[in-house]
């Protein structure tokens, strides 16, 4: 079997055999010179680099095989359950070829995804566009209703749907539950601070950004993707952008409590935070420690204010300096600015 991705940043990673770096816009992370060499690889022609001759090129490259296929395989945004309807969005109009021109249509998407009726759609499809990609509506929306019918001129003569579980229904009445209103968006991804400084490759599955920082761990268990929960700020970017109101800080922190528990994370670093959380309980002794590290991470920082090694923690400087703190704490700094305005005020 010849399997080929149809959707153009997806056939632009299939040639490359790299994995999506973004659920919306899965080769942002490839220039047009990259692209370049991949289509010069895969198609024999001329090198291209003028994006609208490039798309030409993928588009015929790919209409021999729309033409030829045995089978269509597409996703699903929504299924809809009041008329079996499945929907597919594009910009590219690709879904409409994958759909009608091969003899079978085959969908897979995840069970989350069937939503009740005609009117629960009206509603999610004015948010998903909008926040994927800031359109009022996606170029493409592919409804399928079906085979088909006689006197029809195209359509499929087979249809199968595909409900995939694998670890959805066990979020139900959980903690997370809420992340199964996910509708695949990527607007948190696009808010995060982490998400635009790491790339989507470095959450090590399909799902990046804060979505991914969830659904990764649940899906593979939270043994294996215990990182992803802890690889965020909690600025709560992502939560004011999610359309379907998902308090994915919230999550991510239930995530790291139940690594907690589990005692998921390493010795080390568990007693580090029990010993933060005897600490910040006696504020007396609190205000002691953080000064004295202020102190010395200030020292630490030397003449350029960089700090070049921390030794036991080095995850964050074997990469990138980090910047020195100034030598005084929050509270330290926060009373200095209250008296230099009170004393400004009288
Ligand atoms: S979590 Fe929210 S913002 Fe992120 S992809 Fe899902 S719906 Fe979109």
Redesign the pocket.
């Known amino acids: 079997m010849q399997v080929v991705e149809t959707d153009l940043g997806e056939y632009i990673l299939q040639l490359a055999h790299e994995p999506p770096s973004h659920?919306v816009a899965p080769a942002v992370h490839k220039s047009k010179e990259q692209v370049a060499d991949l289509f010069v690889a895969a198609h024999g022609k001329p090198r291209l680099t003028d994006i609208p001759a490039m798309t030409r090129e993928a588009r015929e490259a790919l209409r021999e095989h729309f033409l030829t296929a045995d089978m269509g395989v597409s996703g699903s945004n929504f299924v809809i359950a009041e008329t079996g309807t499945t929907l597919t969005v594009t910009n590219e109009g690709n879904a409409d070829m994958v759909t009608t021109l091969p003899r079978i249509h085959c969908v897979i998407t995840g069970v989350e995804k069937v939503i009740g009726t005609l009117e629960d759609f009206a509603t999610l499809i004015r948010l998903l566009p909008r926040?994927a990609i800031g359109q009022t509506i996606a170029n493409y929306l592919t409804l399928t209703t079906g085979v088909k019918m006689p006197g029809d001129v195209d359509g499929p003569e087979q249809m199968h749907i595909v409900l995939v579980d694998a670890g959805r229904t066990k979020l139900v009445g959980s903690d997370l539950q809420e992340?199964l209103?996910?509708?695949?968006?990527?607007?948190?991804?696009n808010h995060c601070p982490v998400y635009q400084n790491v790339g989507g490759h470095a959450y090590g599955w399909v799902y990046p950004?804060?979505?991914g920082s969830i659904l990764t761990p649940v899906y593979v268990g939270l043994e294996n993707a215990g990182d992803l929960p802890n690889a965020a700020t909690f600025c709560g970017e992502?939560a004011v952008?999610?359309?379907?109101k998902?308090p994915?800080p919230d999550l991510m922190r239930k995530l790291r409590e139940q690594q907690f528990d589990r005692k998921l994370r390493p010795w080390a670093e568990r007693m580090a935070i029990a010993a933060w959380g005897f600490a910040v309980t006696r504020p007396g002794l609190y205000a002691l420690l953080s000064g004295a590290g202020a102190r010395i991470a200030k020292w630490m920082g030397g003449r350029d204010g960089l700090i070049h090694s921390l030794p036991g923690i080095d995850g964050w400087t074997k990469g990138r300096d980090m910047p020195a703190p100034e030598g005084k704490t929050f509270r330290e700094l926060y009373r200095r600015r209250r008296d230099s305005a009170a004393d400004g005020a009288r």
């Open positions: 659920i926040s992340m209103r996910c509708i695949r968006c990527g607007a948190c991804m950004g804060p979505m992502c952008a999610c359309p379907v998902i994915l």
